[in-house]
């Protein structure tokens, strides 16, 4: 009777924790976003799976809770981390008054700011902010202050959804914003498809961004007022004296 909500990186093996692997080595059905499960399958296809697709959350998270409640072993799987725009959440709030027996166990994974900041070189090593760009949840009048704060905190800034095929223009937007405290010139990057097929990252000017298309696979870092690029790669700088 245990639920697991396993972060599993970016999708490839190497990406996933030996604990993440583990829970899902030990569960019996793995329950999960579409295209989640289908990456996993090569890696353990004696497992069962159940798959649903874009906007049907509640609906496997519920499914993993009663399959748990039934005695069963459950991974929950999120992409990256599951604490980060993923599943825990939700499980904790379903399984508050309807699924109390169920023990649930939140496995951490490493989540796209990070693999991300990995390929394009270091620009994490000093104080920034995450913000999903994605307005299915949260008003985009919310998100609006929320890219005010960083930007006038000087924060490099980690875009989660930055497009997509109904929100075509968030990115720019956000570019808009942040482009009121920041030179049109401060090094930005993009990472596509972190630890899958088509795996590539690219550093650009933020007033290149605000132009840029991308989809739900990249994540994008803009830089703050002291990144810049060393050897090629986008670096901001933690203040040691040198």
């Given at each position: 009777?245990?639920?697991?909500?396993v972060?599993?990186?970016?999708?490839?093996?190497?990406?996933?924790?030996?604990?993440?692997?583990?829970?899902?080595?030990?569960?019996?059905?793995?329950?999960?976003?579409?295209?989640?499960?289908?990456?996993?399958?090569?890696?353990?296809?004696?497992?069962?799976y159940?798959?649903?697709?874009?906007?049907?959350?509640?609906?496997?998270?519920?499914?993993?809770?009663?399959?748990?409640?039934?005695?069963?072993?459950?991974?929950?799987?999120?992409?990256?981390?599951?604490?980060?725009?993923?599943?825990?959440?939700?499980?904790?709030?379903?399984?508050?008054?309807?699924?109390?027996?169920?023990?649930?166990?939140?496995?951490?994974?490493?989540?796209?700011?990070?693999?991300?900041?990995?390929?394009?070189?270091?620009?994490?090593?000093?104080?920034?902010?995450?913000?999903?760009?994605?307005?299915?949840?949260?008003p985009?009048?919310?998100?609006?202050?929320?890219?005010?704060?960083?930007a006038?905190?000087?924060?490099?800034?980690v875009?989660?959804?930055?497009?997509?095929?109904?929100?075509?223009?968030?990115?720019?937007?956000?570019?808009?914003?942040?482009?009121?405290?920041?030179?049109?010139?401060?090094?930005?990057?993009?990472?596509?498809?972190?630890?899958?097929?088509?795996?590539?990252?690219?550093?650009?000017?933020?007033?290149?961004?605000?132009?840029?298309?991308?989809?739900?696979?990249?994540?994008?870092?803009?830089?703050?007022?002291?990144?810049?690029?060393?050897?090629?790669?986008?670096?901001?700088?933690?203040?040691?004296?040198?």
């Amino acid at each position: 009777m245990m639920l697991y909500i396993v972060g599993t990186g970016g999708g490839s093996r190497q990406g996933m924790t030996p604990e993440a692997a583990d829970a899902i080595e030990k569960s019996s059905l793995i329950v999960g976003y579409t295209v989640y499960c289908d990456l996993l399958r090569p890696f353990y296809p004696e497992k069962q799976y159940y798959s649903t697709g874009m906007r049907q959350e509640k609906e496997r998270v519920l499914y993993a809770l009663e399959q748990a409640a039934n005695g069963f072993d459950v991974s929950l799987v999120c992409s990256g981390d599951a604490g980060v725009y993923g599943m825990a959440s939700l499980a904790f709030e379903l399984a508050e008054n309807s699924f109390p027996g169920v023990e649930i166990k939140v496995i951490p994974g490493v989540t796209a700011a990070l693999s991300g900041a990995a390929l394009l070189g270091s620009p994490l090593t000093n104080d920034f902010a995450v913000i999903s760009l994605s307005d299915l949840l949260t008003p985009w009048e919310v998100i609006e202050k929320r890219l005010e704060g960083a930007a006038m905190g000087d924060l490099v800034i980690v875009l989660y959804n930055p497009m997509s095929r109904k929100r075509t223009d968030n990115l720019r937007r956000a570019c808009e914003i942040i482009l009121k405290y920041r030179e049109e010139n401060t090094p930005c990057g993009i990472a596509e498809n972190i630890g899958r097929e088509g795996e590539k990252c690219r550093i650009l000017t933020l007033h290149e961004l605000q132009d840029t298309a991308v989809d739900m696979f990249t994540t994008v870092f803009v830089g703050n007022s002291v990144t810049r690029v060393i050897d090629g790669k986008l670096v901001t700088p933690r203040g040691y004296r040198l």
